[in-house]
């Protein structure tokens, strides 16, 4: 069984920069994935960040950027604002109409 | 406006069935490929099921594999979730996403469904 990886929680003070990343159990996260990361506060649906590893969303703020860093893929957040308070989910594409969610990373700004 | 729109859930006895609808709008339906995503209170997001686009493939997470069917109606700009044999750990607010180059990018608001006695 397939189990991606998140940070369960995260802390950040205001205007700084914090990585959080998307891991495998077994292997390397690489492009073929299409890693994908999601922002979701408390009762609202995700909204998309990043889709196909590091390609923005429209509408995003460019202080939200994407990567593979090593064997994981990435978040990172530069000039980290309060509503960036939040909750982050990565998926990976498996193949075959197949995804697997990360548990998420609750993100705290303060 | 471009949006989706789950209904159909509600309050189900273990073992019981639901089917839950998304309605979409704004957009040309036919051609994107669409996803179910469930979230159970508290907990993370869990991707349930896809179809494609014509021609139909369809894919089931492990754990709804054989209860749950997922079908489509590009006429009615729909899709539709059957849940059977429903259990107490398939309470979820449960999302319609579209889907574009692998990636969920658009969501409905949820509609919730407990299972519960």
């Known amino acids: 069984q397939t189990v991606v990886t998140q940070e369960p929680s995260f802390s950040v003070s205001p205007g700084g920069t914090v990585t959080l990343t998307c891991g495998l159990s077994?292997?390397?996260?690489?492009?073929?994935?299409?890693p994908s990361w999601y922002q979701q506060t408390p009762g609202q649906a995700p909204r998309t960040l990043i889709y196909s590893t590091n390609t923005r969303s429209s509408g995003v703020p460019d202080r939200f950027s994407g990567s593979i860093l090593g064997n994981k893929a990435a978040l990172t957040i530069t000039g980290a604002q309060t509503d960036d308070d939040s909750d982050y989910y990565c998926?990976?594409?498996?193949?075959?109409?197949?995804?697997?969610f990360g548990g998420g990373t609750k993100l705290t700004v303060l | 406006e471009v949006q989706l729109v789950e209904s159909g859930g509600g309050l189900v006895q273990p073992g019981g069935s639901l089917r839950l609808s998304c309605t979409a709008s704004g957009f040309i339906f036919s051609i994107y490929s669409m996803n179910w995503v469930r979230q159970a209170p508290g907990k993370g997001l869990e991707w349930v099921s896809y179809?494609?686009?014509?021609?139909?493939?369809?894919s089931y997470a492990d754990s709804v594999k054989g209860r749950f069917t997922i079908s489509r109606d590009d006429a009615k700009t729909s899709l539709y979730l059957q849940m059977n044999s429903l259990r107490a750990e398939d309470t979820a607010v449960y999302y319609c996403?579209?889907?574009?180059?692998?990636?969920?990018?658009?969501w409905g608001r949820g509609t919730m469904v407990t299972v519960s006695s």
């Open positions: 996403a579209r889907d574009y180059a692998y990636n969920f990018d658009m």
């Open positions: 077994s292997g390397s996260v690489s492009t073929r994935y299409y």
């Open positions: 179809i494609r686009s014509s021609p139909s493939t369809i």
């Open positions: 998926v990976l594409y498996m193949g075959g109409g197949n995804w697997v």
